[in-house]
């Protein structure tokens, strides 16, 4: 059976919960989740998903994210996420993923419904624009440039909260992109 870890803001852990009565959160528990930037290396153009219109989210743009499972550390969970969501495979992504946040209070709306996450931002630099979509929860991706990818997101127009301060983690994904910022992360954090 999958299980997500509730936490308490700061981060420090609550136990276990099923999917199913996440939706029974208090006000002050969290899960964990991962959100990645995918951007091909050649033009700088992010990947942003369209989810489908019958799973979570439906409808919205999205970058490639989901929860943090079980005893999963947001590493594994964007690898995962990376494989199951559009295709990129998991040599890829863990040999060249970069870590750029550590979880992130965020409150997301869907449905009717708040959830309330601490997210960690990935970036992943690619050679390829290849996917291959899971469609039961995607419904197709756009490459779009970059700084049009950040408005989207700032605007609320993606899945994320809208009049978040999302430019420190902007600033990291430009400079991983100009060649700035080459530490890869701590796959044991």
């Known amino acids: 059976m999958q299980l997500y ?8 852990s609550l136990g276990f919960l099923e999917p199913r009565n996440e939706e029974k959160l ?9 959100a990645c930037f995918v951007i091909d290396k050649k033009t700088n153009r992010v990947l942003i998903e369209k989810r489908t219109a019958n799973g979570m ?11 943090v499972d079980g ?16 295709g990129i495979k998991i040599e890829e992504s863990s040999a060249n993923i970069i870590k750029i946040s550590e979880a992130i209070p965020m409150t ?17 630099l690619r050679n390829s624009t290849e996917t291959e979509l899971q469609k039961s929860e995607v419904d197709c991706v ?14 609320g127009e993606t899945r994320f909260p809208k009049n978040f ?19 890869c992360i701590d796959k044991n954090k």
């Open 71 to 86: 005893t999963e550390i947001g590493y594994q969970a964007i690898v995962r996420e990376l494989q199951e969501e559009v």
């Open 142 to 155: 756009e490459w779009i440039d970059m700084e049009e990818a950040f408005i989207k997101i700032q605007e």
């Open 108 to 124: 997301f709306e869907s449905m009717g419904k708040s959830r309330r996450f601490l997210v960690e931002f990935f970036c992943l």
């Open 57 to 67: 989210n439906p409808n919205q743009y999205d970058l490639v994210s989901g929860h």
């Open 26 to 34: 208090k006000s002050n528990v969290y899960l964990k989740g991962v």
């Open 5 to 12: 870890k509730a936490y308490k803001e700061n981060g420090k």
């Open 165 to 183: 301060d999302y430019e420190p983690i902007f600033k990291k994904v430009r400079e991983i992109c100009l060649g700035k910022n080459k530490k």
